[in-house]
């Protein structure tokens, strides 16, 4: 019996090295890649800030919030992405306090980014269905300032109910940090919290579907303008 015990344990024990070896090998994988995805997305992003602020010219309304997605894009390659890299190739998880900033940042990042969009199309929109004054009425430089003001606020408060409910158990193997370990092993992923989730499905969805109405609304008018274009031409040569 001590025999089949022991056995038994041995089999368990060597499982679970197997595992950690997988993730130990897949590590460097993740922090190489991560590292890439840091390096391109920080010099791409910083470029078009660069353009916009350095040009006059390029100052617009639909720009201001290209750069306001810039930047949101920005708190994850700049700062989550290296972190996340340095963690998963040191094998030290990282304390929990620091883990939630990090994770909050990621969040805040993703949710002002799709948030961006959404006032980048809806910008398109009336830019090309509505006429000049109306544009000029709306997207004076106040009214923008507090549009991108609003983009961040909101992303905030849906952080906050998600920071009190954030948890990091440390299962699998203990040198990868959380979220690397949620990803090798299958264990609690950042955005499992149900607020969380929820909250970045529905700004998916919701981004999608103004994305969609205001490019569907623009391609109808740009449509009827061709049309309309043509019929005129041939009316012409018919002349």
């Known amino acids: 019996m001590k025999n089949i015990f022991y056995s038994s344990n041995m089999q368990n024990d060597s499982a679970q090295l ?15 890649l991560y590292s890439l995805m840091c390096l391109f997305g920080t010099i791409l992003n910083l470029l078009v ?10 100052r617009t309304a639909s720009n201001a919030f290209i750069v306001n997605g810039c930047i949101a894009d920005l ?3 700049a700062f989550w992405m290296p972190n996340e890299a340095v963690g998963i190739y040191s094998g030290s998880p990282f304390p929990a306090g620091y883990q939630a900033f990090k994770d909050a ?24 269905t509505k006429s ?5 009425s709306i997207y004076q430089k106040r009214r923008t300032e507090w549009m991108i003001s ?3 606020l909101s992303a905030l408060g849906f952080i906050l109910p998600w920071i009190t409910s954030l948890r990091y158990p440390q299962e699998g193997c203990s040198y990868l940090p959380a979220s690397a370990a949620s990803l090798l092993k299958g264990g609690k992923p950042i955005f499992s919290d149900p607020f969380a989730a929820g909250t970045l499905a529905l700004t998916i ?3 999608t579907m103004v994305v969609l109405y205001c490019y569907l609304k623009i391609f109808r008018r740009v449509y009827a303008s061709i049309s309309l274009m043509l019929f ?8």
């Open 205 to 207: 969805i919701g981004q």
């Open 18 to 32: 197997a595992d950690c070896d997988v993730g130990h090998n897949a590590k460097i994988s993740l922090a190489v």
């Open 150 to 152: 609003a983009s961040w």
């Open 75 to 77: 708190l994850v390659c």
């Open 105 to 128: 940042l990621l969040f805040l990042g993703i949710t002002v980014s799709l948030l961006s969009h959404s006032l980048i199309a809806v910008n398109r929109y009336v830019l090309i």
């Open 49 to 58: 800030v660069y353009l916009v602020v350095t040009f006059k010219k390029l």
């Open 132 to 136: 000049p004054v109306t544009y000029l």
């Open 232 to 239: 005129f031409t041939a009316c012409l040569r018919s002349l």
